[in-house]
């Protein structure tokens, strides 16, 4: 059989550090240099004269790292990264351990206490873009227009094999992009394809 993809909602990965390291922001490559290991203290970017600790989730669980990294060839997570099991345990990493860094959807970050979130950058630039409002929400409308640099588009995947299955997928789907489905998927901090 096949599957489909339906794209529902996008979504920003926001990146956050521990609150000594108190910087802006940080620009995409500067950000892949650090997860990479290209870059191992702060002062480097223009902060404290202090070691990084890159925190991530297990790159086989997810693909923010994979998407990261996308377009540089051979690059990967350096040895020196900390690999945690959930961001729950990576946002508590990060809250306690100096020059740790680490990312997550902008829907988990909003609200948090206890970290700085850093704005993020174009490649080679200094134009920070807040992930999160001054509400601390998050910021839909960099999302929508392209101006924040890392995002994703969140997607269901449908069964396509005639069977009942795909029948439910598809339903599940149009509820999601129907008005109240979006108004969900924006109440759990994501924005609306639509």
Do not use: C
Request: no cysteine; hydrophobic share 40%; charged share 20%.
């Amino acid at each position: 059989f096949k599957l489909a993809e339906i794209p529902i909602a996008l979504d920003g990965i926001a990146f956050y550090t521990h609150p000594d390291i108190n910087l802006a922001g940080l620009s995409l490559d500067q950000v892949q240099a650090i997860f990479m290991g290209k870059i191992d203290n702060w002062q480097a970017v223009g902060g404290p004269n202090s070691n990084i600790l890159p925190i991530s989730l297990e790159p086989k669980l997810t693909s923010t790292s994979q998407a990261l990294f996308e377009g540089i060839k051979g690059a990967d997570l350096s040895p020196r990264t900390a690999i945690v099991r959930d961001y729950t345990t990576a946002i508590r990493k990060v809250e306690t351990t100096p020059g740790a860094i680490a990312y997550a959807s902008a829907s988990l970050i909003a609200g948090q206490k206890g970290m700085h979130v850093l704005g993020l950058a174009k490649p080679n630039s200094d134009q920070y873009v807040k992930v999160l409002t001054e509400q601390n929400q998050v910021n839909k409308a960099a999302f929508k227009d392209g101006t924040y640099p890392f995002t994703r588009r969140l997607f269901v995947i449908i069964r396509q094999d005639g069977t009942l299955d795909e029948q439910a997928g598809k339903a599940y789907a149009n509820l999601l992009l129907s008005n109240e489905g979006q108004q969900i998927i924006e109440k759990s901090g994501f924005v609306p394809i639509r």
